[in-house]
């Protein structure tokens, strides 16, 4: 049997960093250009500008481990939000059409929850 529990906090780093890597390049592609995400998402601009620069403070948040739990949170809100339209407005199965569905937003809350639940390890700076 491995022991491996002594790693749990570069565990838990390593995922901080990629799930922030993933919130703050989506947030930075949106905000570079907002109108055509606003289209694409059938969202009003400013909505959209809101949502691109909640992602990228949260993805900078969990990669810096400042306010992680907070960051958490709302980006599991964002998250809800993407699989409520997918679901309700755009009738998106789990996987979805070319690998379009829920299931990665699913993923994404999933890394999230564990982020909360363990407030991102002990290699923050800030709680």
């Known amino acids: 049997m491995l022991h491996l529990a002594g790693l749990t906090d570069y565990g838990l780093l390593f995922l901080r960093i990629m799930?922030?890597?993933?919130?703050?390049?989506?947030?930075?592609?949106?905000?570079?250009?907002?109108?055509?995400?606003?289209?694409?998402?059938?969202?009003p601009k400013g909505f959209t500008i809101f949502l691109a620069l909640a992602e990228l403070a949260g993805g900078v948040g969990l990669i810096l481990g400042v306010l992680q739990q907070l960051a958490a949170i709302g980006l599991i809100l964002v998250m809800l939000g993407a699989i409520q339209k997918k679901i309700v407005v755009w009738k998106t199965g789990f996987w979805g059409k070319d690998g379009l569905g829920w299931s990665y937003d699913?993923?994404?809350?999933?890394?999230?929850?564990?982020?909360?639940?363990?407030?991102?390890?002990s290699f923050v700076l800030l709680h």
């Open 19 to 43: 799930a922030g890597v993933i919130y703050a390049a989506s947030g930075y592609n949106d905000l570079k250009d907002p109108g055509a995400r606003s289209t694409s998402i059938g969202m």
């Open 106 to 121: 699913l993923t994404l809350i999933s890394m999230l929850l564990v982020i909360l639940f363990t407030d991102g390890g």
